[in-house]
């Protein structure tokens, strides 16, 4: 969960680099894309492809659903508010996902979420927005303004990726998680791409020049390609109200990141906030080894 927590929080910086040269929607699609065929190669090279066959058509039907949540709608909300709000705050909305994964586990999953697992949440949910807003933030009128329509598109992100985790849990109790995710990736990337190829088009993606590709062959690797198979893996093994949990270190990832890459800087509130959201995931990960002995 460390791993798929920094992979998407690469995300975030390279892809608001890249929305500054190309649309969202060319990000969204041709992300998808790399990420599918790396995974598809993947398969095929060692022999799981074949897998595939036990999958009942039900089951390979609702794995094309999963791709509509999970990369469809996902990749172009998360795209588009990176486009219009700061990779950091972008980082910080989409975690909220985690509160969402917490309450839908309970219909949908029947899970039970005790008074540690709250408390974990509360914890990290303080330490994102310390993290994140550690250098104050303004709602107003502005270029010192946050975009209230980049901040919708992040929560709305969170959602879709919640029900796409859920629902996704659910189907992994019999079933590989890795054929699910490439069912999945297969379908959100043929829509995504078909969306794309009749509105936008590719031709931007050229004129962008090699720099830009890079960037987009390095998101599909590892934000999709790596992130998503271990993120299923990780589903099926753990209670999907305790995996969600780690989702907290992607935005002090991407906050580090941005410092690196984008030249950002945050205050002290910062450590503050880390320190909260690893204590949420270390009081989480115990409550998860406390019930299974």
Not at 14 to 24: D, E, F, S, V
Not at 30 to 49: D, E, N, P, S
Not at 207 to 219: R, S, Y
Not at 267 to 277: E, H, P, Q, T
């Amino acid at each position: 969960m460390i791993i798929v927590s920094f992979f998407w929080a690469i995300g975030h910086p390279l892809g608001r680099i890249a929305t500054q040269t190309i649309h969202p929607l060319q990000i969204a699609a041709l992300t998808l894309a790399i990420g599918f065929i790396a995974v598809a190669i993947f398969l095929l090279v060692t022999g799981k492809f074949k897998k595939i066959k036990q999958l009942s058509s039900r089951h390979i039907w609702i794995s094309f659903g999963l791709g509509v949540f999970g990369f469809f709608f996902y990749q172009i909300l998360t795209f588009s508010a990176l486009s219009k709000i700061p990779a950091s705050i972008n980082a910080v909305l989409i975690s909220s996902n985690v509160i969402f994964i917490a309450i839908l586990a309970v219909p949908i999953l029947k899970e039970k979420i005790g008074k540690n697992i709250i408390i974990s949440i509360v914890l990290a949910v303080i330490g994102v927005v310390l993290v994140t807003f550690n250098q104050g933030f303004s709602l107003g009128a502005g270029s010192s303004g946050i975009d209230l329509w980049g901040c919708l598109d992040s929560l709305l992100a969170a959602l879709s990726f919640a029900l796409y985790s859920v629902i996704g849990k659910k189907l992994l109790t019999n079933n590989d998680p890795l054929i699910v995710a490439a069912l999945a990736l297969f379908s959100g990337a043929v829509l995504l791409n078909l969306l794309t190829g009749f509105t936008v088009g590719y031709s931007q993606v050229i004129e962008a020049g090699w720099p830009t590709i890079g960037i987009l062959v390095l998101l599909g690797l590892t934000m999709i390609g790596i992130a998503y198979p271990l993120w299923f893996t990780c589903l099926k093994k753990m209670p999907a109200s305790h995996v969600s949990v780690y989702i907290y270190l992607t935005p002090v990832f991407a906050v580090i990141l941005s410092l690196i890459i984008l030249k950002e800087s945050f205050s002290w509130l910062f450590w503050v906030g880390a320190a909260l959201i690893l204590a949420g995931i270390i009081i989480a990960n115990r409550m998860e080894k406390a019930s299974r002995n």
